[in-house]
Nanobody, 116 residues
Framework: QVQLMESGGGLVEPGGSLRLSCAAS????????MSWYRQAPGKERELVAN????????NYADSVMGRFTISRDNARNTVYLQMNSLKPDDTGLYYC?????????WGQGTQVTVSS
């Protein structure tokens, strides 16, 4: 079955960096656009970034543009989110996601907390 497993979250000070990973299985990873979403406490889940299956096109939320970079390794069935210059507003639960067989699939999420 489809599985998405995020890792790499943690507690970091403002200005710090984290790299999230999402290991995918159960579907033809290399043929799907992959996305990262996040949800802060009391807020709706929002799209952070996505990347096409060849990795040649990526899109970012305005709030993370220039600080976050999404990438993928199709040989390892893994998508990454490099997060630099982190701010307290980046705090939230980060989810890996893909729209597979007309249904959006989610991982369990990994917590990112930016605080001094």
């Amino acid at each position: 079955q489809v599985q998405l497993m995020e890792s790499g979250g943690g507690l970091v000070e403002p200005g710090g960096s984290l790299r999230l990973s999402c290991a995918a299985s159960g579907f033809a990873f290399r043929t799907y656009t992959m996305s990262w979403y996040r949800q802060a406490p009391g807020k709706e889940r929002e799209l952070v970034a996505n990347i096409t299956y060849f990795g040649d096109t990526s899109n970012y939320a305005d709030s993370v543009m220039g600080r976050f970079t999404i990438s993928r390794d199709n040989a390892r069935n893994t998508v990454y989110l490099q997060m630099n210059s982190l701010k307290p507003d980046d705090t939230g639960l980060y989810y890996c996601s893909a729209n597979i067989f007309s249904r959006r699939r989610w991982g369990q999420g990994t917590q990112v907390t930016v605080s001094s």
